[in-house]
């Protein structure tokens, strides 16, 4: 168990480095978070990176990451394709 959470957190921190290289943050606001399902929906602008204008979108998350976040909160945010799934890599409250 122990190795399954250094490598998951390894993961989050080598894809935050990535993202904070070269991917541009996007502005939203969450409107849900699913714990049970690591699910948050986010009322977004245009994420650049994935060719997609403004709308409300629903992202996987990795465990952890909505810590201290709460519907309603405006967030930077980068999100991108993780095994095929629309996915927030790397998110900050505003």
Do not use: C
Not at 7 to 35: F, H, N, R, V
Request: charged residues 20%.
């Amino acid at each position: 168990m122990k190795l399954i959470y250094a490598l998951t957190l390894g993961l989050m921190t080598a894809t935050a480095a990535l993202a904070q290289e070269g991917m541009p943050q996007s502005q939203g606001t969450i409107t849900k978070i699913d714990t049970k399902w690591k699910k948050v929906t986010i009322d977004h602008g245009p994420l650049e990176n994935l060719d997609m204008p403004a709308m409300k979108m629903v992202f996987g998350y990795a465990d952890g990451m909505m810590d201290g976040l709460t519907e309603g909160t405006k967030v930077l945010f980068v999100a991108g394709r993780v095994n095929g799934k629309l996915t927030v890599t790397e998110i900050t409250a505003e």
